[in-house]
């Protein structure tokens, strides 16, 4: 892989001494003379000391030049080295640390754009997540079952649809659930179709025959009026889901540590979070109170998030937008601006090929851009549709024309049928890219829904080879999985979990790394800390139970961490050297 030029774009942003050209040169001619051994920047590192180093491996750097090392060093939760091991071996004091990688392969850690998990640790969920096999989701739920005490509420919330399973593409009946949990309520989610729930959760949740169907969703019923278990439609999940308890303070947090611990254990060591349904001020505390006692073992970067629905919405929401400051927290957990759904209404579906575009909800949605826009905030909107990304692009350049806004990073999330000339459109703003692997899911269902044109969504291909600024994410946890290795697989392969091939805009598995870290660090102002294993960054890093560059493509997907570092601490670890 060393040498190998690969065509991506740079996301270190502008020149500087470290980027001339002369500077580069010197490097390069020094490196060819060293054997490129040993790499330092700024070299006043080499002076000190290690916390801890990392010797006899394969250092993936992923930097601008994609190099491959064999061990780093670390000091104060930074890098200070990348080269030989030799060369790291003498940072190395009585009280170092030492990490004999013994020949495994390390990458940056992975950083997700476009996640919903501060949200997600409001529940203890069964997960289903990468499950091919209908019978072992019914095994994980008896067990569950079998744990729980009577009356404790069982909740998959999404994350899942009955198309990955490839023994038995079915849901999960009344009388099965009943006959499975009697004395629990149960509630499994499929993506924000529907859900399905037991007797014991619709007793719990006061659903009856009588009860009106939710706005956005279908209570079904039987002929003769029976309740079927089904609740359906985006409004009908909602429903049910905001029927789910939530934790208690203490046991909230408890399940923030251990949710950000699982998310360690897949290789995320930072994300951007959405907010989402519901999202209050007791969904953040958590991992302030975390964070404040160096007790955060994630990068939590965050959007507020609003949804206004109507104009008497979006009148109060501009005042707060006038108050808001850029960039507020530190880089463990920091607020960077104003997503994702700008104005409810105009959010677009993936399985829908009508949007709204209504021009009075439109002017709304451009109300509270401009207000963004004024105050300088960084801005992330849900757009996937082709004719939608047309209407959000003219808003987006009239604003632009009055408040420039190329400097603030503006993304739009999605893109599923983004073309060449909307990209170049967003290229020319100073926009970026949140590109997603929902059709891990919901590949089957988009082949449904689009036909010929889901082979193209999203078009991966299409927009590595703009030029435009872009990452990969998920969109977890209810529309997708949330391990970051079945997103790169997915980009690499296009298969959903199943094995079902369902995207043909795969592109290889290098671009995909830079595009779930560096390229990421960028997206969330952070580039200068993040994405990269180089001198000066911090030690967020992987050690993996395999070579992800030689692996066959379809094991991607498999692979796993055997350590997690976060500022050179180490946050998660399988394996005992």
Same mark, same amino acid.
């Given at each position: $892989?060393?040498?190998?030029?690969?065509?991506?774009?740079d996301?270190s942003?502008?020149?500087?001494?470290?980027r001339? *050209?002369l500077?580069l040169?010197?490097l390069?001619?020094?490196?060819?003379?060293?054997?490129?051994?040993?790499f330092?920047?700024p070299?006043?590192?080499?002076?000190?000391?290690a916390d801890t180093?990392?010797?006899n491996g394969?250092?993936v750097t992923?930097?601008d030049q994609?190099?491959?090392?064999?061990?780093?060093?670390?000091k104060?939760?930074r890098i200070?080295?990348v080269?030989?091991?030799?060369? @790291?071996a003498k940072?190395?004091?009585?009280?170092?640390?030492?990490?004999?990688?013994?020949g495994?392969?390390? @990458?940056?850690?992975l950083i997700?754009?476009?996640?919903?998990w501060?949200?997600?640790?409001e529940?203890?969920?069964?997960?289903?997540?990468?499950?091919t096999?209908r019978?072992?989701?019914?095994?994980m739920?008896t067990?569950r079952?079998?744990?729980a005490k009577?009356?404790? &509420? @069982?909740?998959?919330?999404?994350?899942?649809?009955?198309?990955?399973f490839t023994d038995d593409?079915?849901?999960?009946?009344l009388a099965?659930?009943?006959?499975?949990?009697p004395?629990n309520?149960?509630v499994?989610?499929a993506?924000y179709r529907?859900s399905?729930?037991?007797?014991?959760?619709?007793?719990?949740?006061?659903?009856d025959?009588?009860t009106?169907?939710?706005?956005?969703?279908k209570?079904e019923?039987?002929?003769?009026?029976?309740? %079927?278990g089904?609740?359906?439609?985006?409004g009908?999940?909602?429903?049910?889901?905001?029927?789910?308890p939530?934790?208690e303070k203490?046991?909230?947090l408890a399940? /923030?540590?251990? !949710?950000?611990t699982q998310l360690n254990s897949?290789?995320i060591?930072?994300?951007?979070?959405?907010g989402?349904r519901?999202m209050?001020?007791?969904?953040?505390?958590?991992?302030?109170y975390?964070?404040?006692?160096?007790e955060?073992n994630a990068?939590?970067?965050?959007?507020?998030?609003?949804?206004?629905?109507?104009?008497?919405?979006?009148?109060?929401?501009?005042?707060?937008?006038?108050?808001?400051? *850029?960039?507020?927290?530190n880089d463990?957990?920091?607020?960077?601006? &104003?997503?994702e759904?700008v104005?409810?209404?105009v959010?677009?579906?993936? !399985?829908?090929?009508e949007?709204?575009k209504?021009?009075?909800?439109i002017?709304?949605m451009?109300?509270?851009a401009?207000?963004?826009?004024?105050r300088?905030?960084?801005l992330?909107?849900?757009?996937?549709?082709?004719d939608?990304?047309?209407?959000?692009?003219n808003?987006?350049?009239?604003?632009?024309r009055?408040?420039?806004?190329?400097?603030?990073?503006w993304?739009?999330s999605?893109l599923?049928q983004v073309?060449p000339?909307?990209?170049?459109?967003?290229?020319n703003?100073?926009? /970026?890219?949140?590109?997603?692997?929902?059709p891990?899911?919901?590949g089957?269902?988009?082949?449904?829904?689009?036909g010929e044109?889901?082979?193209?969504?999203? *078009?991966?291909?299409?927009?590595?080879?703009?030029?435009?600024? &872009?990452?990969?994410?998920?969109?977890?946890?209810a529309? %997708?999985?949330?391990n *970051?290795f079945?997103?790169l697989?997915?980009?690499t392969?296009?298969?959903?979990i199943?094995?079902?091939h369902v995207?043909?805009?795969s592109?290889t598995?290098?671009?995909?790394?830079?595009?779930h870290?560096?390229?990421?660090?960028? @997206?969330i102002?952070?580039?200068?800390?993040?994405?990269?294993?180089?001198p000066?960054?911090?030690?967020?890093?992987?050690?993996?139970d395999?070579?992800?560059?030689k692996?066959?493509?379809?094991?991607?997907?498999?692979?796993?961490?055997?350590m997690? $570092?976060v500022g050179?601490k180490?946050?998660?670890?399988?394996?005992?050297q």
């Amino acid at each position: $892989m060393q040498g190998k030029q690969i065509k991506q774009w740079d996301s270190s942003g502008g020149a500087s001494i470290a980027r001339s *050209p002369l500077f580069l040169l010197c490097l390069r001619v020094l490196g060819v003379l060293c054997g490129e051994a040993f790499f330092l920047l700024p070299f006043t590192y080499a002076a000190q000391v290690a916390d801890t180093i990392l010797v006899n491996g394969k250092i993936v750097t992923v930097d601008d030049q994609f190099r491959i090392a064999q061990a780093l060093a670390i000091k104060d939760g930074r890098i200070v080295a990348v080269g030989q091991s030799a060369q @790291i071996a003498k940072l190395a004091v009585g009280g170092t640390r030492k990490i004999d990688l013994k020949g495994r392969t390390v @990458i940056p850690g992975l950083i997700d754009n476009h996640a919903h998990w501060i949200r997600a640790a409001e529940h203890d969920e069964l997960r289903f997540d990468g499950v091919t096999s209908r019978k072992k989701a019914i095994e994980m739920l008896t067990a569950r079952v079998r744990a729980a005490k009577p009356g404790d &509420w @069982i909740a998959t919330l999404g994350g899942w649809s009955e198309e990955q399973f490839t023994d038995d593409a079915r849901g999960f009946p009344l009388a099965e659930l009943d006959r499975i949990a009697p004395n629990n309520p149960v509630v499994i989610q499929a993506v924000y179709r529907h859900s399905y729930l037991n007797t014991a959760a619709l007793n719990a949740a006061g659903i009856d025959a009588n009860t009106p169907d939710p706005r956005g969703g279908k209570i079904e019923k039987t002929a003769d009026g029976k309740l %079927t278990g089904v609740i359906a439609g985006a409004g009908g999940v909602a429903f049910v889901a905001a029927k789910v308890p939530l934790f208690e303070k203490d046991a909230w947090l408890a399940n /923030t540590r251990t !949710l950000v611990t699982q998310l360690n254990s897949t290789g995320i060591t930072a994300w951007l979070d959405a907010g989402g349904r519901g999202m209050g001020a007791q969904h953040y505390e958590p991992y302030q109170y975390l964070v404040e006692r160096n007790e955060l073992n994630a990068r939590v970067f965050w959007t507020t998030i609003r949804q206004p629905a109507t104009p008497q919405e979006v009148d109060k929401v501009l005042p707060e937008i006038a108050q808001q400051k *850029p960039f507020q927290g530190n880089d463990w957990f920091m607020n960077i601006g &104003w997503g994702e759904s700008v104005y409810n209404p105009v959010t677009t579906q993936l !399985l829908r090929k009508e949007s709204n575009k209504n021009p009075e909800d439109i002017a709304q949605m451009r109300r509270v851009a401009e207000a963004i826009a004024a105050r300088g905030l960084y801005l992330n909107s849900h757009v996937e549709m082709s004719d939608v990304i047309d209407i959000f692009l003219n808003e987006y350049e009239a604003i632009n024309r009055a408040q420039p806004i190329r400097g603030l990073r503006w993304s739009y999330s999605h893109l599923d049928q983004v073309t060449p000339a909307q990209l170049e459109r967003m290229k020319n703003l100073g926009m /970026t890219a949140q590109i997603h692997s929902r059709p891990l899911i919901q590949g089957a269902l988009m082949h449904q829904a689009h036909g010929e044109r889901a082979w193209d969504m999203p *078009p991966f291909r299409r927009i590595q080879d703009s030029g435009i600024p &872009w990452g990969l994410g998920s969109d977890a946890t209810a529309v %997708t999985t949330s391990n *970051p290795f079945y997103t790169l697989w997915f980009a690499t392969t296009g298969r959903m979990i199943g094995g079902r091939h369902v995207n043909r805009q795969s592109i290889t598995r290098e671009e995909a790394l830079i595009a779930h870290t560096r390229n990421n660090a960028f @997206i969330i102002f952070q580039e200068a800390n993040l994405g990269a294993l180089a001198p000066g960054k911090y030690a967020d890093l992987l050690v993996l139970d395999r070579d992800y560059l030689k692996v066959p493509a379809d094991q991607i997907k498999d692979i796993k961490p055997l350590m997690t $570092m976060v500022g050179g601490k180490v946050v998660y670890e399988s394996f005992k050297q």
